[in-house]
């Protein structure tokens, strides 16, 4: 190895689906009990509590007129029934945590088809190719008072490289 050089496992170099930028001191993360614990979770995706304080996925109701209320990114990455893949405590417990407060974050879960302005107002919908919540922007002129009670953010940098950077609230 010549001189001055670090080897960097090829992974740190690979952009992560989801990487909070500004804020992580500032920010909570609340442990919810998943309502379902045969489902899987990614870090980053887009989840909300049920009326019993249960974490709960996006299902294929939550669409751009009807967005996911009270929608929360995870911080947990969790998959059922496999040590390998998931966060062992979250697996133990069967429980995400769930990011709130003012942060910045970079994400890959994201509508890729819609179009993108910075400081558009970001909702959460279901995505039914990969079924996990993810942003979509609103249009503010044209949204009604369900669309912006669930705003959960902004556009802070429209994607660029498969990578969005928002502002979460």
Not at 89 to 109: F, H, R
Not at 133 to 159: M, Y
């Amino acid at each position: 190895m010549p001189a001055g050089t670090f080897p960097v496992p090829k992974d740190v170099r690979v952009d992560r689906a989801f990487t909070v930028v500004k804020g992580v001191d500032a920010m909570f993360r609340t442990p919810a009990v998943l309502a379902d614990p045969s489902v899987n979770v990614d870090v980053g995706e887009w989840i909300a509590l049920d009326a019993s304080g249960l974490a709960v996925k996006a299902t294929a109701a939550a669409i751009l007129t009807e967005p996911l209320q009270g929608a929360r990114a995870s911080w947990t990455l969790y998959r059922q029934g496999d040590a390998n893949a998931g966060q062992s405590d979250a697996m133990a417990t069967g429980q995400v945590d769930l990011l709130s407060a003012p942060y910045q974050a970079k994400t890959q879960l994201y509508d890729t088809g819609a179009t993108w302005t910075p400081g558009a107002p970001l909702v959460v919908i279901h995505d039914a190719t990969t079924d996990r919540g993810i942003l979509a922007p609103l249009d503010p002129a044209t949204a009604d008072a369900e669309q912006l009670s669930a705003v959960v953010g902004q556009v802070v940098q429209v994607p660029t490289n498969g990578i969005l950077h928002y502002e979460a609230k």
